[in-house]
């Protein structure tokens, strides 16, 4: 016992020291302006956050909902919300500065080779406030920009109590900023306005203020003003967060209920759900059922992801994570299902609004003996990704295939893409059309 104390008390003093001279190169060479605080945050993060080095067990029964904010970043492309989130792991400790990619929640090879983000990705972080006596959970949501996406963004928005609003300084209010702010504003969140790259020579903070104030009704004073790339002003968007946005709802004593917000397959685990718990508390052990299949299942595995899957053996109320249940096929996991404990009876909670397709392309095997391989990856892949939806046809030359329903051309793009990059398949797509209806005069409709 007392060799182990006396190592506790070397590795306290070598944090302490770590700190003392990352604070002192950080006073004395704080080159870039601005990013002086962000840099002293960033080392205190590093020497405050031993959990990257040593995978230590996280108790969540200390995070009561109301030490808990659930908040995604939402903008137009490219405006900087995968950098802002970047610069919000590294304050957090959650990753290290240097370590990993850019972008590092943009997992895809096609988010990679396009520059954008396609698939909504959760992280879990601690943050520990300057004048808090414990640690808080925050779990973010990075959501795509673009309008063919946008229903990951809504799927998101139904796991959070507020939005990160970021606008280009120099760009504006733009398209995709007016959609995702209606989003988050019918979904009664509490929304934080971040002016990001404020460092760049055409920014104009005030104008894009005026901007917020006169289309949004946000006000001036509420807005961050923040440089993702250099790290200025982001030591005041996680205190925003904690102090502005309320804590998640939902009784933990209660029933347990949670909505499936996303699914993928894994080849090892099978079905991997992610899910919001929104009354009780999930173990691992415990058998849960689903609201729309009545299928009852084992929960094999339970955690968050911080950033990536991290075993926790419990969810409790207002927390985020994923499941395990041992699901093969994936027409079992449906996105803005209801589960819970199985032999309870509870009421389902809302789901989500049904995707509305805006262009449909067939897709038919390169050779026609493959229409089985094809026919596994579509399942696979529009279980990642809910918003596809798929018949089966057929063509006099092209011979057994599939009519899809996309978002728009982007996403079909990226939906070919993806079933080439990540299940090998070769494809055949047909000329995208977009669905008419005619009225006639006498009443009559023709599609």
Do not use: W
């Not at 029933?255 to 759900?273: A, H, N, P, Q, T």
């Amino acid at each position: 016992m007392g060799s182990l104390h006396r190592a506790s008390k070397t590795l306290k003093s070598l944090r302490h020291q770590l700190l003392l001279q990352a604070t002192q190169q950080f006073d004395s060479s704080s080159r870039l302006s601005g990013s002086s605080d962000y840099r002293l945050l960033l080392a205190r993060a590093l020497c405050s956050h031993p959990r990257q080095n040593a995978k230590e067990a996280v108790d969540l029964t200390q995070y009561p909902p109301e030490r808990i904010r659930n908040f995604s970043i939402i903008a137009h492309v490219d405006h900087g919300k995968s950098t802002l989130a970047d610069r919000l792991l590294e304050l957090t400790g959650t990753i290290k500065r240097g370590h990993g990619q850019p972008q590092y929640l943009d997992k895809l090879q096609v988010e990679r080779e396009r520059g954008i983000t396609v698939k909504a990705q959760t992280a879990t972080m601690f943050h520990k406030g300057s004048n808090e006596p414990q640690p808080f959970l925050l779990n973010l949501i990075d959501t795509p920009g673009h309008v063919d996406f946008s229903y990951e963004v809504s799927r998101s928005l139904a796991a959070c109590q507020g939005a990160l609003l970021v606008v280009d300084a120099a760009q504006g209010v733009q398209a995709q900023t007016v959609a995702n702010f209606y989003l988050a504003f019918e979904s009664n969140l509490t929304i934080i306005p971040v002016i990001n790259k404020i460092d760049q020579p055409t920014a104009d903070p005030d104008r894009i203020k005026d901007q917020l104030k006169s289309m949004f009704d946000l006000e001036p004073s509420d807005c961050l003003l923040t440089s993702a790339k250099t790290g200025q002003g982001l030591e005041h968007v996680l205190p925003a967060v904690i102090e502005r946005i309320p804590p998640p709802p939902g009784e933990g004593s209660g029933l347990l209920r949670m909505l499936l917000l996303d699914s993928y397959y894994d080849e090892y685990k099978g079905v991997i759900c992610h899910v919001a718990v929104v009354d009780g508390m999930l173990r691992k052990g415990d058998k849960i059922s689903a609201a729309a299949t009545g299928q009852t299942y084992d929960v094999l595995d339970v955690g968050f992801m911080h950033p990536e899957l991290t075993q926790t053996g419990v969810l409790l109320t207002g927390q985020v994570g994923y499941v395990v249940t041992g699901m093969r096929s994936t027409k079992e996991a449906r996105i803005g299902d209801t589960l819970f404990h199985a032999k309870t009876i509870v009421k389902p909670l809302p789901g989500f609004k049904a995707a509305r397709h805006m262009v449909f392309s067939g897709l038919f095997p390169a050779d026609g003996s493959d229409f089985e391989a094809l026919n596994h990856a579509i399942e696979r892949l529009t279980c990642n990704d809910a918003s596809v939806s798929v018949t089966k046809e057929s063509s006099t030359a092209l011979g057994l295939g599939f009519r899809c329903g996309f978002l728009g051309l982007l996403h079909m793009d990226v939906f070919h893409q993806r079933l080439e990059q990540e299940y090998g398949t070769h494809i055949i797509s047909t000329v995208p059309t977009v669905p008419y209806i005619f009225e006639y005069s006498d009443g009559r409709y023709y599609l």
